[in-house]
């Protein structure tokens, strides 16, 4: 079962340093209404967190525009209160209509390389309103990863 997990997050890491490399540039102006409240309400609603995590109210969730090539995606990362409580929030703007939810650029968004499922990941594209699925070496699909072996 390990190798699995390591493979899933390997394409995981993949995925986030090719969508990195794309935001170089300044966020698009109409980067809040793509990361939208309404958009973070379908992820949220919609999102299933993977069984080592914790429910998603124990999250503080971050969301900034991630771009790929010409496709706009959003980019939530979401850390476990308890464990980063004190991260620094430059940048990020809290989003009062939803609790412990912010909103920013990709350049601000938290990094944690590891973490297990204290920080869960994941890619929403709004225009097919469906998350990007990452597939391990099982064949099974998710929507939602952990960073890291917990």
Known sequence: MERP?????????????AACSFTKDADPPDAPSIVSTDTIGVIEARVVL?????????YDRYYALERIGQHNLVHGVFLL??????????GMVSLGSRPNVYRGASTDLPIVADGGCAV??????PV???????????????????????
């Open 81 to 90: 209160r308890r464990s980063f409580g004190d991260v620094d929030r430059t």
């Open 128 to 150: 097919s309103s469906s998350f990007v699925q990452i597939e391990e070496e099982s064949g099974a699909q998710f929507t939602a990863v952990c960073n890291g072996l917990a």
């Open 120 to 125: 869960v990941s994941v890619v929403f594209d």
């Open 50 to 58: 993977p069984p080592s995590a914790e429910p998603l109210e124990a």
């Open 5 to 17: 997990v390591k493979t899933f997050c390997i394409a995981l890491s993949a995925l986030v340093a």
